[in-house]
Every structure is written in structure tokens, then in C-alpha cells.
């Protein structure tokens, strides 16, 4: 009897195990898209990138974003030009990360089609400076991939950012973003 | 047995453990590759030109750039003068972004009433983290100068009128704030004004740029001689400051070359920098987007 409690156990450990090892839990992009926009007075200036890295854990509802701050296109080359080297300094300052957590991460049935609302929390590093941002998203299921949708707003002074007095007709401190991926199973 | 039960039962309890604290604080984005697209370093001069010669850097697709050059008498002409202020020579310029990589522009100086043309093309950009260390850019130009002939009793030929230059720029962004360029340029006249002196001028290009502050730098533009010196000419030499401001490039600097274009400043600068020949000039440039940059 003992022993075989005592295999029962052993079986379900392996078993656990197993399933840890090759849990196919993780879903990941490389080719999310990221646009973001600045409502001045005059202009509104926006700029979009198309190469932005996400993986998400549905085990844990880990989430994570990366980008290259030079991948940004803006429509004037001029503007480009003066976010790189102005605003966001991308020599110094290359990449910004997003590492967060959806908080209501059970609510979601990654195995089943459909739409969930999704309520992140987590940090977001851009220009050196790492603040702590909340955003609500959507996270569609179809046909086991995932579709991410978010939009949130930043504050350029959060995170450092100045605008010289000469600009400020054309931008403000208020930047929109929004973020939208279709991630695929990560086979590990 | 029980002891093999115990080995394997704390083994699997490690390994869940291990795995617990893994999903506690993982690095996801480590999980996949960053994608290995190139990266170039841009900005390396504020504006396409170091003062007077071409720089590195090459005007975006679509880009138009309107360049108001002046220079004035000189300094030392003294408060009668108002400092050369009341001398003033000056170049209006077009310059267009065909590609990223490919621009051309034109010009029309005051001095010798001169029109100028130019191609410029960079077959290689600088790259970061890999890729070439350094950016190669080719310039070819023309200059027609449209004074009425000094001498009308003996036949005059219109390509007199006419001077080209070549020109090789190697430049790096050493830094953030740090930049230098070497660019040997040869400039051949087809009409010089004695018949023993060489139609070709060679001279090598030296640009550096400093950045102060985020929007301002300090930049020198040196173009020794190397041969072929048109008699009584000195080296030209100017260093001043770059100052931007939105879609302005305002070059404020203090030079002793009043030529505007490849041809005037390297064979027509007859003032000498050291002894204390010096004028004050200006580039403004406004550039506009007028086509739509590529998405």
C-alpha cells in the first residue's frame, strides 16, 4: 500500500515536472507595433514602430515589452532627427522596456477563443528613468494566438524629458500611446 | 528503495522549487532574440555642411533645405565698418534629398555673380554595434561664374566660365558629442589665370564638431592646400558654433574665406586666419519636408 502511495507520488512528480519543463505557456512577438502621439497647438507629431519585441507568460501574466528607440519612423525627417538626438537621446538611452504583470491574469482562458480585458501594472524605463505604469488592454484569443491591444498616456516630464519654450506650441507633455501585438507560441 | 523514493522525491521538489522562483522574477525578453536589424549613427553633424565644405551628413528622402549663406567684410576694418557688417557677400541654396542617400542642390553666390551645383551620394553609413565604422560620402559639383569677360577683344569659350571639384568625405561619430572628418577634395578649374599655373587644386578637408549642450556645438572647418595653390592664396579656416533651434540650423562662425561654394573658398581665399583676417558669416538653414517620407 505504502509503496504505492509512494509511486503515486513519484508519478505525479515526474508528471509536474514534465509538464513544467514543456509547458508551452509563453507567447512572444518580435514584430508588435508601437505608435505614439503629441497633440501641440500648432502640430500634432506621431511616430509609429513596427519592430517591437513582446513576450508574455499566460502561466504567470509576466508581460514584457522591449523597443529600439531608432526604430521610431515619424513622418518629417526633421522630427526623427530631433528625437533621437534631443529628446529621447538614443545614443545614451537605446532601448525603453516595459516589465509588468496582468494583474487579473486568472480571468483569462488563453486555451479558449475570445476577448478579455486585461489590467496591467509594471514598470516602464525610458530616458534612464523608470516610473511605474498602470494601463487597461485587451487581450484577444483566436485560434491560439494572442492579440494585444493597449492605449495609455505618459508624461514626457516623467521620465526627464524637456521641451524648450520654443517648442512647446508644437508638442505637449502629454504623449498617447498605443500598443498593439499578435503574439505566437514561443517554442522553446 | 526508501532511500531512492527520498533522493527522487527531493530532487522533483528542488526542481519545482527552482522553477517557482524562476517564475517569480523572469526575464522574459531574454527568452527571445533581439532582432538583428541594423543600427546606423546618425547625427553626427547638426546640419549637411561642417561650415563652408560638405559634411557626413546627408539630408532625409523628401527633404528640402534652404541655405542663406553670408559673409561679411572683416573685422578688423574696425567701427567705420561697422566690423565688415556693412560688407556683405552672400549665397542662396537649394538642397534636396533625392534618397537618404542621394542629394543634389544648387546655388547662386554674389561673389563673381557664381552659379553652383552639386551631387551627393553615400555609399556607406556608419553603423553601431557592427557594420562599418565609418561613413563614406562622394561629392561632385560644378561652379559657372557669370561675370561679363574681363577681356572681349580675344575669343572667349564658355567652359572657361566653368570649374568642377570631387570630393571623398570619411567621417566618424567618435561620441555623442564627438565628431571628425577627413575629405580630400580636388577642385580643376579650366581657366587659371597664367599659363604655367596648374588648373587642379588639392586640398584635404578637416571637419570636427563638439557638441556643448544639446542644441548648440562647436565646429572647425580647416581645408589646408596640399598643391596646385592659386598664388597669394591662404588656407581656409573657420570655427564657429551651431545653434538649433526647431526647424532652424543657424552656423554662426568667424572665418578668413568669403567663398561660398567649393571652387571660391579653396582657390579664392587670400586672407590669412593668423593674422587676425577675420570675417563674420552665417549659415541659416530651414529644412522643409515636401514629400512624404517612406513608411
Redesign the interface.
Known amino acids: 500500500m505504502s509503496?504505492l502511495i509512494?509511486k503515486g507520488?513519484?508519478s505525479c512528480?515526474?508528471v509536474?515536472?514534465m509538464a513544467?519543463l514543456m509547458a508551452q505557456d509563453?507567447y512572444?512577438t518580435?514584430s508588435g507595433s508601437i505608435q505614439f502621439s503629441s497633440k501641440g497647438v500648432i502640430e500634432t507629431i506621431e511616430a509609429?514602430h513596427r519592430?517591437v519585441?513582446c513576450?508574455?507568460?499566460s502561466?504567470?501574466g509576466?508581460?514584457?515589452f522591449?523597443v529600439?528607440m531608432?526604430?521610431f519612423?515619424?513622418?518629417?525627417?526633421?522630427m526623427?532627427?530631433h528625437f533621437?538626438?534631443?529628446y529621447v537621446?538614443s545614443?545614451?538611452y537605446?532601448k525603453s522596456?516595459f516589465r509588468g504583470q496582468i494583474v487579473n491574469n486568472s480571468e483569462i482562458d488563453y486555451t479558449k477563443d475570445g476577448s478579455y480585458t486585461a489590467h496591467i501594472k509594471g514598470k516602464l524605463t525610458l530616458h534612464g528613468q523608470t516610473k511605474d505604469v498602470e494601463a487597461d488592454g485587451k487581450i484577444t484569443v483566436k485560434g491560439g494566438k494572442l492579440l494585444a491591444a493597449s492605449k495609455f498616456k505618459i508624461l514626457m516630464s516623467d521620465y526627464d524629458i524637456d521641451i524648450?519654450g520654443?517648442?512647446t506650441q508644437?508638442m505637449s507633455d502629454t504623449i498617447n500611446i498605443s500598443v498593439n501585438c499578435t503574439l505566437e507560441l514561443?517554442q522553446? | 528503495?526508501n532511500k531512492i523514493?527520498y533522493i527522487?522525491?527531493t530532487a522533483?521538489?528542488v526542481?519545482?522549487a527552482t522553477?517557482a522562483i524562476q517564475?517569480q522574477e523572469?526575464?522574459?525578453?531574454s527568452?527571445?532574440k533581439?532582432?538583428a536589424?541594423k543600427?546606423y549613427a546618425?547625427?553626427a553633424f547638426k546640419s549637411s555642411r561642417v561650415i563652408n565644405g560638405q559634411s557626413m551628413e546627408m539630408?532625409?528622402?523628401?527633404?528640402l533645405d534652404v541655405r542663406i549663406l553670408h559673409r561679411f567684410g572683416l573685422i578688423s576694418d574696425g567701427a567705420k565698418q561697422f566690423f565688415g557688417l556693412d560688407q556683405a557677400t552672400m549665397r542662396l541654396g537649394f538642397d534636396y534629398?533625392i534618397t537618404?542617400n542621394l542629394s543634389v542642390g544648387v546655388g547662386r553666390s554674389t561673389l563673381n555673380k557664381e552659379l553652383d551645383g552639386f551631387l551627393k551620394f553615400r555609399p556607406l553609413r556608419q553603423g553601431i554595434g557592427g557594420g562599418s565604422p565609418v561613413a563614406v560620402v562622394l561629392v561632385t559639383g560644378l561652379t559657372v561664374q557669370t561675370m561679363p569677360w574681363a577681356d572681349t577683344a580675344r575669343k572667349n569659350y564658355f567652359s572657361s566660365r566653368v570649374a568642377y571639384y570631387y570630393q571623398i568625405i570619411i567621417g566618424r561619430k567618435f561620441s555623442?558629442a564627438f565628431s571628425l572628418q577627413v575629405s580630400p577634395i580636388m577642385v580643376h578649374r579650366n581657366l587659371v589665370a597664367k599659363a604655367d599655373q596648374d588648373n587642379n587644386t588639392l586640398a584635404l578637408g578637416i571637419g570636427g564638431r563638439l557638441k556643448l549642450s544639446?542644441?548648440t556645438a562647436f565646429v572647425v572647418d580647416y581645408h589646408p592646400i596640399l598643391a596646385g595653390r592659386e598664388p597669394g592664396t591662404k588656407n581656409p579656416l573657420s570655427m564657429g558654433f551651431d545653434i538649433?533651434?526647431?526647424?532652424h540650423v543657424f552656423q554662426l562662425h568667424f572665418s578668413n574665406s568669403i567663398g561660398m561654394n567649393e571652387k571660391a573658398f579653396l582657390t579664392g581665399t587670400t586672407d590669412d586666419f593668423w593674422k587676425g583676417d577675420i570675417r563674420f558669416g552665417f549659415n541659416l538653414s530651414r529644412?522643409f519636408?515636401v514629400a512624404?517620407?517612406k513608411?
Open positions: 509503496f509512494k507520488i513519484i512528480c515526474f509536474l515536472m513544467s509563453k512572444f518580435k509609429s519592430s519585441t513576450v508574455l507568460d502561466k504567470t509576466d508581460i514584457q522591449a529600439l531608432k526604430g519612423e515619424f513622418r518629417k525627417a526633421m526623427q532627427e533621437n538626438e534631443n537621446e545614443d545614451k537605446p522596456e524648450p520654443s517648442v508644437n514561443l522553446q | 528503495m523514493t527522487l522525491l522533483c521538489l526542481i519545482m522553477n517564475a523572469q526575464d522574459l525578453l527568452m527571445v533581439d532582432s536589424k543600427e546618425t547625427g539630408l532625409g528622402k523628401g527633404v534629398g537618404d555623442k544639446k542644441r538649433e533651434t526647431g526647424g529644412v519636408q512624404k517620407k513608411r
